[in-house]
C-alpha cells in the first residue's frame, strides 16, 4: 500500500492507495512545528481505525509548503514505518515542462496537481482552479507544458483578513448565496466572499483563454477544500476533490 501525504499551510491531506485505487483520504490541521511523534502517532491512529497495518505502508510519497514539518513528517515515516519517503522536489520526474523562469518556484502543490491534470485529461489544455488557503489558477497546455499561473487570497483567508482588520466584522459561515444582495452584515459578508471569488475567477479563467490559449476554450479542473462551493456557478467543468493526492501517487509511480 502506498502512503500519499501534502503537507499545505492550513491542512494535512492524506490518503492510502491499494493498487490504482484511493482506499480512504483524510485531513488534520497542520503548523511548522508539529513533531515525528506528533504525526506519526497520528498517522497509525488513522491506519488502525480503518482497518490497515500499519507496516502494510510499502512506500510513502510526501509534498508539502512548509519544510519544518517536511522534516518532521519525513522522520515520522522512517520511524513508524520504515520507510524512506519519496518527496516531491525540484528535480524530480514530473512528465511537465515547466516555463517558469525559475522552475523551482513552483509550489507542490501545483505541481502534483498538474500531474494529476494531464494524467487524467490528456491531449486537452487545462486549467486547474486550486481552491483552498490561495485561490489559485494553472495554464497547461495540451503538450504538457506548465505556462505558469496566479495565485490570490482564497476564501478562507479573505475571511480572516475581513475579521482581522474590520473591527466591527465578525467571522461568518462560508457558503454559496443566490443572491448578491446582503439584507445583514453577515449575509453581505458571505456575498462578498462568494461572488468576489466568482467575478475574480471569471476574469483570470477569460485572460488564460486570450493570452495563453489563443482564445479557445481550456477545460477548467477545480480541486482544494472550497472547490464544491462553486459547483453550480458555472465556472468549472469538473470538479476533482483527490487531484492532489491522485498527482503525488502517479509522481511516486513516474520516479520509481
Do not use: W
Amino acid at each position: 500500500m502506498i502512503l500519499c501525504l501534502h503537507i499545505g499551510n492550513t491542512h494535512v491531506v492524506g490518503g492510502v492507495f491499494d493498487g490504482q485505487a484511493l482506499q480512504f483520504d483524510f485531513r488534520r490541521t497542520s503548523h511548522a512545528r508539529i513533531s515525528a511523534d506528533e504525526f506519526g502517532l497520528f498517522l497509525r491512529g488513522v491506519l488502525l481505525s480503518n482497518e490497515i497495518e500499519p507496516n502494510r505502508i510499502g512506500q510513502v510519497a510526501l509534498s508539502s509548503v512548509l519544510p519544518e514539518a517536511t522534516y518532521a513528517l519525513s522522520s515520522a515515516c522512517r520511524k513508524y514505518f520504515d520507510v524512506e519517503p519519496f518527496i516531491v522536489r525540484a528535480g524530480v520526474r514530473t512528465g511537465l515542462k515547466i516555463r517558469y523562469r525559475n522552475p523551482q518556484d513552483v509550489g507542490a502543490d501545483r505541481i502534483i496537481n498538474a500531474i494529476a491534470a494531464v494524467h487524467q485529461f490528456p491531449d486537452r489544455d487545462l486549467v486547474v482552479a486550486g481552491f483552498g488557503t490561495a485561490t489559485t489558477f494553472c495554464a497547461i497546455g495540451a503538450d504538457k507544458t506548465f505556462f505558469g499561473g496566479v495565485i490570490l487570497p482564497g476564501v478562507r483567508t479573505s475571511l480572516e483578513a475581513l475579521v482581522t482588520r474590520a473591527a466591527k466584522l465578525s467571522s461568518v459561515e462560508i457558503a454559496g448565496v443566490d443572491h448578491v444582495i446582503g439584507r445583514s452584515t453577515a449575509e453581505s459578508m458571505q456575498s462578498g466572499l462568494y461572488y468576489g471569488q466568482i467575478g475574480m475567477a471569471r476574469e483570470i479563467i477569460g485572460r488564460i483563454r486570450t493570452e495563453v490559449f489563443g482564445g479557445q476554450q481550456p477545460l477548467v479542473i477545480g480541486t482544494g477544500e472550497f472547490a464544491g462551493l462553486f459547483e453550480s456557478s458555472g465556472l468549472l467543468d469538473v470538479i476533482r476533490p483527490q487531484l492532489m493526492l491522485e498527482g503525488l501517487f502517479l509522481a511516486l509511480l513516474l520516479n520509481s
